[in-house]
């Protein structure tokens, strides 16, 4: 599409149920990343997607995080037993891939999390 | 210390002015800079990217101080559809594990008033 696809655009949710929040990058874009906002706070960076190496997982903040990226493309974060401290924008973004400059992202509209 | 950091603001000034905002990185080896524009309520979107002779775009001046690890924005005859959060964001440099990822700083509001 011509632009990063995320959905659901709102998810509340009650806590300790499990969510999946999805992403559908730029056609073409190889890199793939998730981020989260809180309320009036910056980025935090969860996790990157390189074309079929091994995702770089450094940023996800506990075993109840997860995500996968199927055929390249869709990927899919995955937050278990969710937590009330887990309420957040999570925003996916996708970029040409690894090379000597960095282009910058695009980001999608996000999925505001709410968990009561 | 933050690898990237700035000031939060909020910077209020009146239509036509000029306003600048810096911002301080931690990792002098880090390779790419950026500034983004974030909207209440809305995604992060790439404004400009920032190079090392400084560039130009409009009303919008972007500086980088490899030196000094600094990299500033200066905006021109300020509008009220600049009135916005905005983030001063790094590509930490290769081997760090962190290439081709960025680091966004919290940001700086910018309220532009009649």
């Known amino acids: 599409g011509a632009g990063v696809s995320q959905s659901p655009s709102n998810k509340v949710t009650e806590k300790g149920k499990d969510v999946e929040l999805r992403c559908d990058p730029i056609?073409?874009?190889?890199?793939l990343y998730w981020y989260r906002q809180s309320l009036g706070q910056g980025l935090e960076f969860l996790i990157y997607?390189?074309?079929?190496?091994?995702?770089?997982k450094s940023g996800l903040p506990s075993d109840r995080f997860s995500a996968e990226r199927t055929g390249g493309s869709v990927s899919t974060l995955t937050i278990q037993r969710t937590q009330q401290e887990d309420s957040a924008v999570y925003l996916c973004?996708?970029?040409f891939g690894r090379g000597q400059r960095n282009y910058g992202y695009t980001f999608g509209s996000g999925t505001r999390l709410t968990v009561v | 210390r933050k690898e990237v950091e700035q000031d939060p603001g909020p910077f209020n000034v009146p239509e036509g002015a000029t306003v600048a905002f810096n911002c301080t990185y931690s990792?002098?080896?880090?390779?790419?800079f950026f500034w983004y524009r974030q909207d209440c309520r809305k995604e992060p979107k790439l404004l400009m990217s920032?190079?090392?002779s400084g560039n130009e775009d409009g009303r919008f001046t972007a500086q980088l101080n490899r030196a000094s690890q600094y990299i500033s924005l200066l905006i021109r005859d300020s509008k009220l559809s600049d009135s916005a959060t905005y983030l001063c964001?790094?590509?930490?440099?290769?081997?760090?594990?962190?290439?081709?990822?960025?680091?966004f700083g919290a940001g700086t509001r910018l309220a532009v008033h009649p």
């Open positions: 973004a996708s970029s």
């Open positions: 056609s073409g874009h190889t890199a």
């Open positions: 997607f390189q074309g079929n190496s091994a995702p770089d």
């Open positions: 990792n002098s080896a880090s390779q790419s």
């Open positions: 920032v190079y090392s």
């Open positions: 964001v790094v590509n930490p440099p290769r081997g760090t594990g962190g290439y081709n990822k960025l680091i």
